[in-house]
């Protein structure tokens, strides 16, 4: 995860100290009902100790409601290297699921090898999920969703669902097969809330089957 909006970058003796700006705040908190609903319950959180992504950190573990708090990691610092975070995950060995809060252009990179992808677009507050069938280490990788922060909502706005993670990670041609997908299963449940309503006015008894949703494959 890619630290929160902390304003511009103005030179090297500011990087350090820069902090959330309140529209960065606004987000990672919009960000929380959309975090949990993709079920995002990381078992450690590892985290650069730079104020911007240490409490971009803490904001994530309030938001989902972790038990346990961010770990501050000095090998997350701006710079950070695969080399210096497979160890830092490897010092927490029961954790299945790791997550690493810190900086661009590192995590892209560490996501690119790991994953062999030619290029990541990490932006502030955004999150890439790696999976590994093993031991993670460089190309054994795959990229199973990136989460934009165009994504997040205003608090109590509408509800965004794992679908529109996976979309992200799609090519054009990908996005509208997936559009069609979504489009085809809103229309059968709009089918079945007519039927159903339907069922209830005339009151009579609506046996719906696979069969007769689908047809008999003639």
Request: net charge negative.
């Amino acid at each position: 995860m890619r630290h929160g909006d902390a304003g511009p970058y103005v030179g090297a003796t500011d990087d350090d100290e820069r902090q959330l700006t309140s529209e960065g705040m606004a987000a990672l908190t919009a960000a929380a009902p959309l975090w949990r609903n993709l079920n995002l319950r990381p078992d450690v959180v590892l985290t650069s100790p730079l104020p911007r992504a240490r409490d971009t950190a803490g904001m994530l573990v309030a938001g989902v409601d972790l038990p346990k708090p961010a770990i501050e990691d000095e090998r997350l610092r701006p710079g950070a290297e695969w080399d210096g975070m497979a160890p830092a995950m490897a010092a927490h060995l029961d954790a299945r699921r790791v997550m690493f809060v810190g900086h661009q252009p590192d995590l892209s990179r560490a996501v690119s090898l790991l994953t062999g992808a030619k290029s990541i677009r990490l932006r502030t507050g955004g999150i890439a999920c790696v999976e590994f069938p093993g031991i993670p280490e460089p190309g054994a990788g795959e990229l199973a969703w990136l989460l934009d922060p165009d994504l997040y909502t205003p608090a109590g706005g509408g509800q965004v669902t794992r679908i529109a993670a996976y979309a992200l990670c799609l090519d054009d041609e990908g996005r509208m097969m997936l559009g069609h997908v979504a489009g085809g299963a809103r229309r059968l449940q709009a089918l079945i809330d007519g039927l159903l309503s339907y069922a209830r006015v005339k009151n009579v008894n609506v046996n719906l089957t696979a069969s007769a949703l689908w047809g008999t494959g003639h």
